[in-house]
Each structure stands twice: as C-alpha cells, then as structure tokens.
C-alpha cells in the first residue's frame, strides 16, 4: 500500500495514457458500446482478480457497456495520472487514493459527483469518507475501500508474557515489549520510521503537521515535537527493535511480525491477507487487533486512508455517463460485500458490514478501531507534505539527525509546498 509516490519517466506515462486512455479517441464504433477505462492502483496478486471479476459481472448486466481495465502500480498511478490528465488522456475512471482527490480536484480533473447516480446512495456511507472525497463544498469520488491504522499484535505471544490485553498507551507498550522480550526473548514492538505511521504520534498529542484553520505549519510546535520524541523513543529499550533505515524496511517488519519474530507492529488492514499467510497467523483468531495507544493527551489517534472512485472530468459526456453507472455498482452494498469477503479489505458503507463479512477476525478487528480515524483536512497538498517528513524522519531514527534539526528542515521543506501558511 505504502505511501510515497514515486517519480516516474515522462514517456512512461505518456504511452500508458496512449495506450489506457477514454474519451472520445477511445476507439469505440458507432452505435456500438462505449468502452470506458478503469485506472486499478490495487495490488496486483491479491485484490485486482476480484475487481476484475467484478468488471466481467458489470459487463454482463450493461452490454453497452465495455470496461477496460488496467491495473497501474500504485506508486506510479498519482504521477501518471497528473501526466495524463493534463494531456487529455487520462483513463475515465481512477482508483484515487483519499489524499490525491482534492490535490485532482483543485486541478479540475475530476468530475463533481453531488447528484449524479454515482452517488445515489450517499447517506450509506461513513459521513468521515464522504468529507475526504470533497473539496471547495463539491464530491469528487465515492468512498470505495478504507482503512486507518491499528495496534496489531501476536496474541499467543502477549499471553505468554501474561499480558492479557493490548497497551492502551505508548508508555504501556514500553512495559509491555520489555515483559515480552523477558519472557519469550522475542522483541515486543518494532516501529516504522516513515510519516504516515508517526502521525498517530502527533494525533495523540492533539497536533498534526499544519493547522489548516489558522494556516499555520505545526510540525515543530511544543506538542508535535512531544509526540515525535515518543516515537523516537520506541527505537530504543528492552524489547523495542531498533530502527530500520534499509530501503526494505517495510517488508522487513512485515515479514518479522507475520512469522512470530516480534509481538506487534503497527499496521493497516490493506495487509490482512499477508497475515494469514504467516507462520504465526496460520489461526487467524490469533491476529490482535487494538486501537493505536494513546499519547499524553489521553487520546488515541491514527490517520483515516483508503480510496475513492473517481471520474475524469475530461471525458465526453457518454464515457462519463457509462462511468457514473460503473462507479455506483462497484461501490454498492453488494459489490463492497465482495471485496471485502475476497480481499479483506474494509467497506465504506455500514450495510456492507454483513455478518459473513464480519466473520472475518482482520476485518471485524479493524472495524472496532475506525472510531479513532482521524480525517485529513480538506487541504490539497496535505498528503504531500508527508514526503519531506518521511526523508527527515529517517535521518532522525538512524542518528544522523538530531530531532530539531530534522525537524526544522522538514519544516523549511513544507513551507515551500503550503507557501501562504506561516512558521
């Protein structure tokens, strides 16, 4: 899933524009179906089979209808489509991720959906992923998967440690990695040096990187940098794995945390599937799953992620209109209750929380912990200022960094991406 958008060659994405495009020049005969294309930024191997069936399944019920699906790594996709977009290539349909909808928006690519059939049944959805679908008091994108970040941990380990329920605090998960490692001499926690993760670090303090209200960048006020130091130090202590600055960290941690080689992690639903898929997790009812802990503020916080289905503003109105049917079937209570059950993946809408889907211990799991999703303010360039953070970030969790001065580059680095908020 994660989370930085990678640069990518320009002839690249021109020739997948060529090649994916909608629009008029999308090579559909007169009087014949109109074929629209679906930019897919899921993975690959464990979520595009079901979107693929899902498109077969759409087709057959729309026979003037043709979907042309393509599945686009999500860490070129942003790049791709911003490329497209303002060629007037871009696909019809986009899997956007929530922080690219109002940064698209504001460049007028997508379509407004308020009205459309697209979003005909609005008030089944989470209110918190409609208002990350919209900008400047439109909607560009029905909610289509979500996710938010949790405490996951290995049960049968914690309760060898006879620890008998998840910490609830960043100071209960220091006492509790420490117990772990005595009594299994297995690590307790292993943390992740990269922004989005540290972000429940600030929500716990009450801060964020900017204050949108005021305009004002916040990465170096009093309580970031509280919760920053807390997050530094859980790099260091009995049973805390040191931090990992490799460019593989991420699969490191993963791999570590599903073969039982430490106790929790923290992590999104998007790698459920992979859990199972370890040695520790072969019983699925040994994946805990537990709010992220709380900073000094007695409050818990994780950053609100996911995707919405948006439409290209630049089509012609039949590609449009073939797109809107598209988007209201694959986010219907039926087609979510799919995904979820295939991909176990988190619906966006309550009715697709049946109880087959509930049965799921990773999906029912991350439910329970949505209450603590924190949605990004409706600033386009939010998402963005995540990137000089995670360089920062990274320098301060491997010591070439001090905390200040990490942090005040990133500060100098965010001004030029929001330059009317103040210091």
């Given at each position: 899933?994660r989370?930085?958008?990678?640069?990518?060659?320009l002839?690249?994405?021109?020739?997948l524009?060529?090649?994916?495009?909608?629009?008029?020049?999308?090579?559909?005969?007169?009087?014949g179906?109109?074929?629209?294309?679906?930019?897919?930024?899921?993975?690959?191997t464990?979520?595009?089979?079901?979107?693929k069936?899902?498109?077969?399944?759409?087709?057959?019920?729309?026979?003037d209808?043709?979907?042309k699906?393509v599945?686009?790594?999500?860490?070129?996709?942003?790049?791709?489509?911003?490329?497209?977009?303002?060629s007037?290539?871009?696909?019809?349909?986009?899997?956007?991720?929530?922080?690219?909808?109002?940064?698209?928006?504001?460049?007028?690519?997508?379509?407004?959906?308020?009205?459309?059939?697209?979003?005909?049944?609005?008030?089944k959805?989470?209110?918190n992923?409609?208002?990350?679908?919209?900008?400047?008091?439109?909607?560009?994108?029905?909610?289509?998967?979500?996710?938010?970040?949790a405490?996951?941990?290995?049960?049968?380990?914690?309760?060898?440690?006879g620890?008998?329920?998840?910490?609830?605090?960043?100071?209960?998960?220091?006492?509790?990695?420490?117990?772990?490692?005595?009594?299994t001499?297995?690590?307790?926690?292993?943390?992740?040096?990269q922004?989005?993760?540290?972000?429940?670090?600030?929500?716990?303090?009450?801060a964020?990187?900017?204050?949108?209200?005021?305009?004002?960048?916040?990465?170096?006020?009093?309580?970031?940098?509280?919760?920053?130091?807390t997050?530094?130090?859980?790099?260091?202590?009995?049973?805390?794995?040191?931090?990992?600055?490799?460019?593989?960290?991420y699969?490191?941690?993963?791999?570590?945390?599903?073969?039982?080689?430490?106790?929790?992690?923290?992590?999104?639903?998007?790698?459920?599937?992979?859990?199972?898929?370890?040695?520790?997790?072969?019983?699925?009812?040994n994946?805990?799953?537990?709010t992220?802990?709380?900073?000094?503020?007695?409050?818990?916080?994780?950053?609100t992620?996911?995707?919405?289905?948006?439409?290209?503003?630049?089509?012609?109105?039949?590609?449009?209109?073939?797109?809107?049917?598209?988007?209201?079937?694959?986010?219907?209570?039926?087609?979510?209750?799919?995904?979820?059950?295939?991909?176990?993946?988190?619906?966006?809408?309550?009715?697709a929380?049946?109880?087959?889907?509930?049965?799921d211990?990773?999906?029912?799991g991350?439910?329970?912990?949505?209450?603590?999703?924190?949605?990004?303010?409706?600033?386009?360039?939010?998402?963005?200022?995540?990137?000089?953070?995670?360089?920062?970030?990274?320098a301060?969790?491997?010591?070439?960094k001090?905390l200040?001065?990490g942090?005040?580059?990133?500060?100098?680095?965010?001004?030029?991406?929001?330059?009317?908020?103040?210091?």
């Amino acid at each position: 899933m994660r989370r930085g958008i990678a640069a990518t060659a320009l002839v690249a994405s021109l020739a997948l524009a060529a090649t994916a495009c909608g629009g008029s020049d999308s090579g559909d005969s007169a009087g014949g179906p109109v074929t629209i294309t679906w930019w897919d930024t899921s993975n690959a191997t464990n979520e595009a089979p079901t979107y693929k069936a899902l498109v077969k399944e759409f087709e057959a019920a729309n026979k003037d209808i043709k979907v042309k699906y393509v599945n686009v790594p999500f860490d070129q996709a942003q790049n791709k489509f911003d490329t497209a977009a303002g060629s007037k290539g871009a696909p019809d349909i986009l899997r956007s991720e929530v922080g690219w909808t109002p940064a698209f928006a504001k460049k007028g690519f997508f379509l407004p959906l308020d009205g459309t059939e697209a979003l005909a049944d609005q008030d089944k959805f989470q209110p918190n992923l409609i208002k990350q679908a919209q900008y400047d008091g439109k909607t560009y994108g029905v909610p289509f998967v979500t996710d938010t970040l949790a405490l996951v941990y290995n049960k049968e380990l914690y309760e060898k440690a006879g620890i008998k329920e998840a910490p609830k605090s960043w100071a209960d998960l220091k006492k509790a990695a420490a117990t772990i490692k005595s009594k299994t001499g297995v690590d307790g926690y292993w943390g992740s040096t990269q922004a989005y993760y540290a972000q429940s670090f600030l929500y716990g303090e009450g801060a964020d990187t900017v204050d949108v209200a005021a305009k004002k960048i916040t990465v170096k006020s009093p309580a970031a940098v509280k919760g920053y130091e807390t997050w530094l130090s859980l790099f260091d202590g009995k049973g805390l794995h040191k931090a990992d600055t490799t460019a593989d960290a991420y699969a490191h941690i993963q791999d570590a945390f599903v073969n039982g080689k430490v106790a929790s992690i923290i992590q999104g639903p998007w790698e459920i599937t992979n859990f199972y898929k370890g040695a520790a997790f072969k019983d699925k009812a040994n994946l805990g799953i537990a709010t992220v802990p709380a900073g000094s503020s007695g409050k818990a916080g994780a950053p609100t992620g996911g995707h919405n289905l948006s439409v290209y503003a630049g089509s012609d109105k039949a590609h449009q209109e073939a797109s809107l049917k598209f988007v209201k079937f694959m986010t219907s209570a039926k087609s979510q209750e799919t995904i979820a059950l295939k991909n176990s993946t988190l619906p966006t809408r309550d009715d697709a929380y049946t109880t087959e889907v509930k049965a799921d211990p990773g999906i029912a799991g991350y439910q329970t912990v949505l209450a603590a999703a924190q949605p990004r303010p409706e600033l386009p360039e939010y998402s963005s200022l995540w990137g000089p953070l995670d360089t920062e970030l990274l320098a301060i969790a491997g010591g070439k960094k001090s905390l200040d001065k990490g942090l005040s580059s990133a500060e100098t680095s965010i001004a030029k991406l929001v330059p009317d908020y103040s210091k």
